[in-house]
């Protein structure tokens, strides 16, 4: 590994100073967007991987819908700004470019796993020999307890229709391992677009186009990747995709999910009917008889949850502005300066680089791997430097690039020598917080 970071890292003519972080920020275009952001006075803030920072247009646009609120009352559902009717989809049409979709492909709603469910209950149809799910051992466990449950709700054994794709290495997935995984009895295949430990990127366009000539159905978790890569699941011909926004979207704590249905299912009957999926235009004919909206949004359940969605109305402007490529050239950017400095900073600590180091091959954030990690995140934590732990070993650090500077990064791995210099850790328990 030694030797390939050095020479990918070596291509972009790094070096170890305080100055050249500094000239870094003055180069950087995204750079104004900082200030968009409330980020606190002395603390260096990497966990945007699990929930992105506050910005004051999100902040301003959430405070218009309880304004809106309390101006318009029950009229607020078709007046104002952004009448709440028809929020959903106006929403999943400004976030559809995050991912390469057609505007009536997305919409937002529900949550990751409740999204999960209705997709499931859509496109999970077991038949003849065509009744087991592709997964991941690495997945995150919300996933799995979501397919396990429509395989028990078929009469199915989890233990032996459920094929979990093996890790090799404890970190990632090979491209063999998923391909040769797919055969003849299975009816679906659920994946990550990042692995959320280690970062790894799978090749989504390859996977899908294997799986379409199998005869599967497609589907991908994007939590790890909206926001911080581009996606182009139209003309990948992904079947669904699902996702948070409250991570690299900054959309706030629980906020809603969004889902991707590729246009050529929009003739399908969702799974799980509910009013809010129906025809705009007869949903108020409050007929026994469901007619779907024709496009994603009918894949929607419940009554919008206005205040957990209207921050992102603020968030997504910024997106619009500062566009998902630029965004990704930075991250690529600013997490390989954070490697180089890991690997020339922090040698002789015990720490490894558990995520792919090709830029094709990896997420937004940075995958730290070493034996004392609950403690060091508690240290770290300590003076300032909030990064993110996951069982057993891994500290994962996101530089966002909507408001993560250079120099903050470089100044989170001085500390982070410094607390391995003078043991700083050793005053910690190496054991996880109840919320990690």
């Known amino acids: 590994m030694k030797s390939q970071s050095t020479s990918l890292f070596a291509e972009r003519n790094f070096d170890l100073s305080k100055s050249y972080a500094k000239s870094l920020?003055?180069?950087?275009?995204?750079?104004?967007f900082r200030d968009e952001f409330y980020v606190k006075e002395g603390y260096i803030y990497l966990d945007g991987n699990s929930l992105g920072l506050c910005s004051k247009r999100a902040e301003k646009s959430l405070l218009h819908a309880l304004e809106d609120w309390k101006q318009f009352g029950i009229d607020g559902w078709t007046e104002g700004d952004h009448p709440w009717f028809y929020l959903s989809e106006k929403l999943g049409n400004k976030m559809a470019p995050l991912v390469g979709a057609q505007e009536n492909e997305v919409v937002v709603t529900g949550s990751t796993t409740s999204n999960l469910h209705q997709l499931l209950a859509t496109f999970y149809r077991p038949e003849g020999k065509r009744t087991k799910i592709i997964a991941d051992e690495l997945n995150f466990p919300s996933d799995i307890y979501a397919l396990q449950s429509h395989l028990q709700l078929h009469g199915l054994d989890p233990e032996s229709h459920l094929m979990k794709i093996r890790s090799r290495d404890g970190r990632t997935i090979t491209q063999e391992d998923i391909m040769g995984a797919m055969t003849e009895e299975i009816a679906l295949l659920v994946l990550p677009t990042v692995?959320?430990?280690?970062?790894?990127?799978?090749?989504i366009q390859r996977i899908t186009s294997h799986a379409h000539e199998l005869g599967m159905i497609v589907g991908f978790d994007a939590c790890h990747s909206i926001g911080a890569i581009p996606h182009e699941f139209h003309s990948w011909n992904v079947d669904f995709a699902y996702w948070c926004t409250y991570k690299y979207l900054n959309s706030g704590p629980g906020a809603v999910g969004a889902l991707f249905v590729h246009e050529k299912?929009?003739?399908?009957?969702?799974g799980l009917a509910g009013w809010f999926g129906s025809d705009k235009q007869k949903q108020f004919d409050m007929e026994h008889t469901f007619t779907p909206a024709p496009h994603a949004g009918g894949m929607q359940i419940g009554t919008p949850h206005i205040l957990s969605m209207s921050p992102l109305i603020g968030s997504l402007e910024m997106f619009h502005e500062a566009t998902i490529q630029r965004i990704r050239a930075k991250s690529l950017h600013i997490t390989s300066y954070l490697m180089y400095l890991i690997q020339h900073e922090l040698q002789g600590f015990g720490f490894h680089i558990g995520n792919p180091l090709e830029d094709e091959r990896r997420g937004g954030h940075v995958?730290?791997?070493?034996d004392e990690a609950?403690?060091?995140c508690k240290s770290l934590k300590a003076k300032g430097i909030i990064p993110d732990f996951r069982a057993p070993n891994v500290i994962r650090l996101a530089p966002v690039s909507l408001y993560t500077s250079y120099g903050e990064v470089f100044d989170a791995v001085q500390c982070l020598k410094q607390v391995m210099m003078d043991k700083e850790y050793e005053e910690y328990e190496n054991k996880r917080e109840v919320i990690a």
């Open 25 to 32: 920020d003055q180069q950087d275009v995204l750079s104004k």
């Open 195 to 203: 692995l959320y430990r280690s970062g790894q990127l799978l090749d």
């Open 265 to 270: 299912h929009f003739s399908r009957q969702p």
């Open 367 to 370: 995958c730290l791997e070493h």
């Open 374 to 376: 609950a403690r060091i």
